[in-house]
Nanobody, 122 residues
Framework: QVQLVESGGGLVQAGGSLRLSCAHS????????IGWFRQAPGKEREFVAV????????SYATSVNGRFTIARDNAENTVSLQMNSLKPEDTAVYYC???????????????WGQGTQVTVSS
C-alpha cells in the first residue's frame, strides 16, 4: 500500500514562492514515479510535473515550465515541488500521486494524496 501525504501549501502573494512536499512512509517509494497534479475550483484536475523513480527524468506542464521544479530524495522518501514566480492562476489544490510508469496521464496514477491548498493573491 502506498500512502502519500502532501504538505507545504498556503497563501502567498503573486510573485512569491512555495515549496510543496510529498511524503511516503513505505519501503517501496523509490520504485514509483511521482507526479504532481492540481485542481482549481470548477476545473478538471490537471498535470503539473512528474519525476521518474531515480530522479533522472522530469517533465512539466507548459504553464509551469521554468517556474516550478520537481525533485526527489529517495533516502528520505520525499518528492518536492518548488514553485517560484507564482501567479493567481496557480491557485488550486495540489495533489501528489504515484505510478509505476513515467507518464503525465492523470488516469494512470494508482495512488493519491489528500491534497494541499495553494492560494496566490494578486
Amino acid at each position: 500500500q502506498v500512502q502519500l501525504v502532501e504538505s507545504g501549501g498556503g497563501l502567498v502573494q503573486a510573485g512569491g514562492s512555495l515549496r510543496l512536499s510529498c511524503a511516503h512512509s513505505g519501503r517501496t517509494f523509490s520504485t514509483y514515479t511521482i507526479g504532481w497534479f492540481r485542481q482549481a475550483p470548477g476545473k478538471e484536475r490537471e498535470f503539473v510535473a512528474v519525476i521518474n523513480r531515480s530522479g533522472g527524468a522530469t517533465s512539466y506542464a507548459t504553464s509551469v515550465n521554468g517556474r516550478f521544479t520537481i525533485a526527489r530524495d529517495n533516502a528520505e522518501n520525499t518528492v518536492s515541488l518548488q514553485m517560484n514566480s507564482l501567479k493567481p492562476e496557480d491557485t488550486a489544490v495540489y495533489y501528489c500521486a504515484a505510478n509505476r510508469a513515467f507518464t503525465t496521464t492523470l488516469g494512470t496514477y494508482d495512488y493519491w494524496g489528500q491534497g494541499t491548498q495553494v492560494t496566490v493573491s494578486s
